[in-house]
Nanobody, 118 residues
Framework: QVQFVESGGGLVQPGGSLKLSCAVS???????MGWYRQAPGKQRELVAS???????NYADSVKGRFTISRDNAKNTVSLEMNSLKPEDTALYYC?????????????WGQGTQVTVSS
């Protein structure tokens, strides 16, 4: 029974800040966690990810504005979003990637809405 608890989404004004958090349970051997987003009319895209070793990857559009962090012991990942823009508006999905017995896969949260608007 894999469970995701996503929080932090909501409505924020342009230039504001928001922090997304995701806690996952029921998954073993997580090798990376991250956030993806999908806006209306667009494909889902990677926002930021972080491996268990701490290596990070960011979409070019959010570099310098977003910061991802992870607590491996708690299986949580957070995304600090600053200087938010209207184009950041999307449904944000928490992602957990695992590796078990030479098999890899992904689990996904239900998504949390982020809306950047005046």
């Amino acid at each position: 029974q894999v469970q995701f608890v996503e929080s932090g989404g909501g409505l924020v004004q342009p230039g504001g800040s928001l922090k997304l958090s995701c806690a996952v349970s029921g998954i073993v051997n997580i090798i990376a966690m991250g956030w993806y987003r999908q806006a209306p009319g667009k494909q889902r895209e990677l926002v930021a990810s972080i491996t268990s070793g701490g290596a990070t990857n960011y979409a070019d559009s959010v570099k310098g504005r977003f910061t991802i962090s992870r607590d491996n012991a708690k299986n949580t990942v957070s995304l600090e979003m600053n200087s938010l823009k209207p184009e950041d508006t999307a449904l944000y999905y928490c992602n957990a990637k695992y590796w078990r017995a030479y098999v890899s896969g992904d689990y996904w949260g239900q998504g949390t809405q982020v809306t950047v608007s005046s």
